[in-house]
């Protein structure tokens, strides 16, 4: 292996590693997200709770999971759907990587949940 084949090949270990390191942490605060409404979406009566009642037993989730970058009253939105309701937050987090150039990751979850009495 010359020279140059060793920088190249240790260059492309520095980028991936560069690249791990600033939007992994952006993946495990999703991963908090998924969770959050996961649990809510588990508890008895979310069928029969309001937007606020939804919006703030989430807001509570995420503080106990340190989660900021989440804005539920513009990222959240519940859809009617038939006899079930569509809880989806849908959000952007950008990372700053270096200089000018930024990181743009869009984030999507919805689950369904059955109205109370069904």
Do not use: C, Q
């Amino acid at each position: 292996m010359t020279m140059w084949s060793l920088l190249f090949v240790l260059g492309m270990i520095a980028l991936v590693v560069f690249l791990i390191l600033k939007l992994f942490p952006v993946y495990m605060a999703d991963m908090k997200v998924n969770s959050a409404l996961d649990s809510l979406v588990r508890t008895a009566d979310v069928g029969s709770m309001s937007k606020s009642d939804i919006s703030e037993a989430l807001r509570k989730r995420f503080e106990i999971d340190n989660v900021d970058h989440v804005d539920l009253g513009k990222d959240m939105t519940i859809t009617p759907r038939g006899r079930s309701r569509l809880i989806r937050i849908k959000y952007d987090a950008v990372v700053p990587m270096v200089g000018n150039i930024s990181a743009l990751m869009e984030f999507n979850h919805e689950r369904e949940v059955r109205a109370s009495g069904e």
